[in-house]
Nanobody
Framework: QIQLVESGGDSVQAGGSLRLSCSVFGYIYSSYSMGWFRRSSGKEREGVAILYSEGATYYADSVKGRFTISQNNAKTTLYLQMNSLKPDDTAMYYC????????????????????WGPGTQVTVSS
């Protein structure tokens, strides 16, 4: 059992940057996949950036070249560096983890991730 807690969400102007963090509480026995999802008002939750246990990464087309996912060496914190933010990036951002190796590289399926944080709000104004 683990807990995920996101932080770093804020209100910024378009073109600005934010770095989201996701702290992992609990002991993890093996490598696992983690990632960031987001839900905008009136839209379904979508995968933004995933760091798979094999080392592969996924980025949604809408954030490629602007967002970077990373993890500290101890794998206790996941980051999402967001640059050149746009109003369309406004959403609640969620951190998620797959501890059973279900998630595979490709378009992420939120059903493969069984642990979720409560979310952190990012608002980008024009």
């Amino acid at each position: 059992q683990i807990q995920l807690v996101e932080s770093g969400g804020d209100s910024v102007q378009a073109g600005g940057s934010l770095r989201l963090s996701c702290s992992v509480f609990g002991y993890i026995y093996s490598s696992y996949s983690m990632g960031w999802f987001r839900r905008s008002s009136g839209k379904e939750r979508e995968g933004v950036a995933i760091l798979y246990s094999e080392g592969a990464t996924y980025y949604a087309d809408s954030v490629k070249g602007r967002f970077t996912i990373s993890q500290n060496n101890a794998k206790t914190t996941l980051y999402l560096q967001m640059n050149s933010l746009k109003p369309d990036d406004t959403a609640m951002y969620y951190c998620a983890a797959d501890l059973w190796g279900i998630a595979k590289p490709g378009t992420p399926n939120e059903a493969d991730f069984h642990y979720w944080g409560p979310g952190t709000q990012v608002t980008v104004s024009s």
